[in-house]
């Protein structure tokens, strides 16, 4: 897979994703890896349509393209099993995507964790009662996934970007 080409997509066509993508899809993020192989990543498949509308209002700004999305997968993690769960829902939410992206298949992360509704209840709490996820959960984010009605060029790294990199030790550039 060319790691490059793959770009946050955000206009999905009305094609329903495949059960057996979907299957591929899970299966990777079941198999992310997590901090002392915890397996504390949870996932919810959405494909409901008026669920996946109400998704897309989770968030003042940012989060209505998912409305147009036919899937959406929230990345949630069981606070209690890993000390590491944000980066384990990270990894597993970054697999979910690269998949996405393997199979032809458009996705975009929308941030949930330590997020505000419009009216000013934290996103993860509205999640959390719309799906019966429990209170010892945190909710990461939702990744809208669908076939791609956009295409976007592929990422260029310049001379500048790596001037990011060091070697064995942190030196300004």
Same mark, same amino acid.
């Given at each position: 897979?060319?790691?490059? !080409? ?13 059960? &057996? ?12 890896? !997590? ?11 959405? &494909?409901? +349509? ?14 209505? $393209? ?13 606070? &209690? ?6 980066? &384990? ?11 996405? @992206? ?8 929308? @941030? ?15 999640? +959390?009662?719309? $799906? ?18 956009? !295409?976007?060029?592929? @990422? ?18």
């Amino acid at each position: 897979m060319d790691f490059m !080409t793959r770009r946050s997509i955000r206009k999905y066509s009305q094609k329903q994703v495949e059960k &057996d993508k979907i299957d591929d899809i899970i299966r990777v993020a079941l198999t992310a890896p !997590t901090g002392r192989n915890s397996r504390a990543t949870h996932f919810i498949v959405v &494909d409901n +349509k008026e669920d996946i509308k109400e998704l897309s209002q989770i968030r003042e700004h940012g989060s209505q $393209f998912v409305e147009n999305a036919p899937l959406v997968i929230a990345v949630i993690g069981e606070k &209690d099993k890993s000390t590491t769960i944000l980066a &384990d829902c990270s990894i597993a939410a970054f697999a979910i995507q690269l998949k996405a @992206h393997e199979l032809g298949l458009g996705s975009c992360w929308v @941030h949930v964790h330590d997020r505000k509704s419009p009216n000013g209840k934290p996103c993860e709490d509205v999640i +959390k009662e719309k $799906f019966n996820v429990p209170n010892n959960y945190t909710v990461m984010c939702l990744i809208a996934i669908g076939y791609p009605e956009e !295409t976007k060029p592929a @990422h260029e790294l310049k001379e500048e970007d790596y001037k990011r990199v060091c070697y064995n030790t942190y030196k300004e550039n």
